[in-house]
């Protein structure tokens, strides 16, 4: 198993997911400006959309998008299935939001030229967080034990955190509690990443 990455993009929510579900796959850097890797060379050539994530497995099948890569481990690792059919309802609910309404927005945010519609965009995330801090009363984002929506809410909230974004303080207990994970502070080291 391979899995393209670039380094605190929203496919470190996938790295995290991964190591949970205790898989090991081989990490192939992406220069996501350029488009390359090491080898072969061209990113576009693996991965036409040419962005990361992308998941390839041995049988040389690959996935793409975020969402799908995340359902695919929860799905087929015991650490996350529990067979619970409004579970997995519930988690693609959660991680279809913190796509559209958190990442997508944050995504166009970093690439606005005007300060007015970066800021509105930053407002729009920012009352995301709100609203996650008002129901948020487990642990995790769906009970007490870890799931992959937490993984790429943390990413979220690294990204909320280098854009000096103010996050309710309860967004950011949890923020801590999940970079303390082992499974995390194991992504961000082979990420070349600090876990500040």
Known sequence: MKYFYSPDTCALA?????????????????????????EPGDYNAVNPKGYVPLLEFDDGRKLTENVAILNWI????????????????????????????????FVFSFFLPGD???????KMVASRFVYLSEVLDTPFLLGDD???????????LRWARMSN???????????DRVERMPSVQRSLTEEGLLAA
Do not use: C, W
Request: charged share 25%; no cysteine; net charge negative.
């Open 74 to 105: 929860a799905r087929s690792s015991p650490r996350f299935s529990n067979g619970k059919e409004q579970d997995i309802d519930r988690q693609t609910e959660m991680l279809a939001f913190i796509s559209s309404e958190i990442q997508k927005p």
């Open 146 to 156: 870890f799931s992959v929506a937490d993984a790429f809410l943390y990413v979220m």
């Open 14 to 38: 996938g790295h995290i997911a991964l190591t949970e579900a205790g898989h090991s796959p081989e990490l192939i850097k992406v220069d996501v400006f350029t488009r390359t890797i090491n």
């Open 165 to 175: 974004m103010d996050v309710p303080p309860q967004i950011i207990d949890y923020r």
């Open 116 to 122: 007015e519609a970066k800021s509105d965009l930053s």
